[in-house]
């Protein structure tokens, strides 16, 4: 039998896992997203087109794929059918090549609402939602609420109307103001276009693709550092992003696990609120954020940057048991004459190499200085080819984290991806 491979982000999310997805696609015969929902953006470009999806695994652009959203996924309808739209609009027809799962659940117009509202009365303290709904989904989704993709096919309007008069009440609660029917607009539409999709029984479906030898690739999203249990919380997303979060997502065993690979940026940013240890915040860092054109593909907010954090880059490759590491954005640090990179962390005068419980505002990263490579790595399509500083750069990684750096990407398009 084979075994699924995952990949993941080991960041705050935005590493690059769609780029690294669609490049590693025609290895694989089935693509399938475990977890998070449009919160996720992930981008891919090559033949100079670009396309940025949300709940839509990276792998549909290959002939002869079959992708999956799995039962850990929560989806919008409203913003679904928008994504659909748009790969039509582009002649990508996915109608063939998509399965969705029946366990996974639905965010509804007034999850988006509840989401706005809880944001809005945080004040100071928000956390940085993308006010997509997830959060109130998933909490939903525990607390027995839910609704799911299956329950698109019998009696849903019954069951959206009571569970509506819930959220209703709950967001009175809040003095939100909001205008219901806005927020409504384009669900009918959406739910008829998840209809036409094949709708699965995916725990089965996934497993007897095993069974079968087919080689499978499970996509994360969002990052491990924003991972509800093991992120930077409580500024995290509501779903498991690590590698554990692929079995309860996808309905498979922890034994059908294969290679894990860990996407990570040659240097570190961060979206929204919440502790960034190495956040850079002078000259440099809005280098970085112009060079590697960091805002947010979901919401376009720009993207906090910061050098590469060793300690939390080792935190994240022992929670995910990763095997195999690729590096993204070596371009962007091109023109820098010195890179840093943070080995340790000083709190209260001790300096810690482990990732602690939370990240206190006095933390000051310990930081070990390399020299750049000060040259255009974009045309680079080897690894001979690659400066020594960069090379040196990489060594330097692979030994802290005792894993193999596999891949480096040098660039945005398919083309500019260099395997080791």
Known sequence: MSKVDVLLGLQWGDEGKGKVVDVLTPRYDVITRFQGGP????????DNKK???????????????INVIGNGVVIDPVTFKKEIDKLLDKGVDISKKLLISKKAHLILPTHRVLDAASEASKGTSKIGST????????????GRNGLRVGDLLSNFDEKYAALKKKHIQLIQMYGFEYDLDEYEAGLKEGIEAIKKFKLIDSEHTLNSYIKEDKKMLAEGAQGTLLDIDFGSYPYVTSSNTICAGACTGMGIAPTSIGEVYGIFKAYCTRVGSGPFPTELFDKTGD????NGNEFGSTTGRPRRCGWLDLVALKYSVMVNGVSK???????????LETIKIA?????????????????????EPVYTELPGWKCDLTAVRSEDEFPQELSDYIQFLEKELE?????????PDREQTIER
Request: overall charge negative; aromatic content about 8%.
């Open 39 to 46: 919160n996720a953006g992930h981008t891919l470009e090559f």
């Open 51 to 65: 396309f940025v999806l949300h709940n839509i695994p990276s792998g549909i652009f290959r002939q002869g794929s």
């Open 131 to 142: 006010l997509k709904g997830i959060g109130p989904t998933y909490m939903d989704k525990t």
């Open 287 to 290: 280098n970085i954020r112009a």
């Open 325 to 335: 590491l690729i590096m993204m954005k070596a371009d962007v640090l091109s023109e």
């Open 343 to 363: 080995t340790g962390y000083k709190v209260n005068g001790e300096t810690v190499t482990e990732f602690p419980f939370e990240l206190p505002d006095n933390l």
């Open 403 to 411: 894993i193999p750096i596999t891949i480096v990407s040098v660039g």
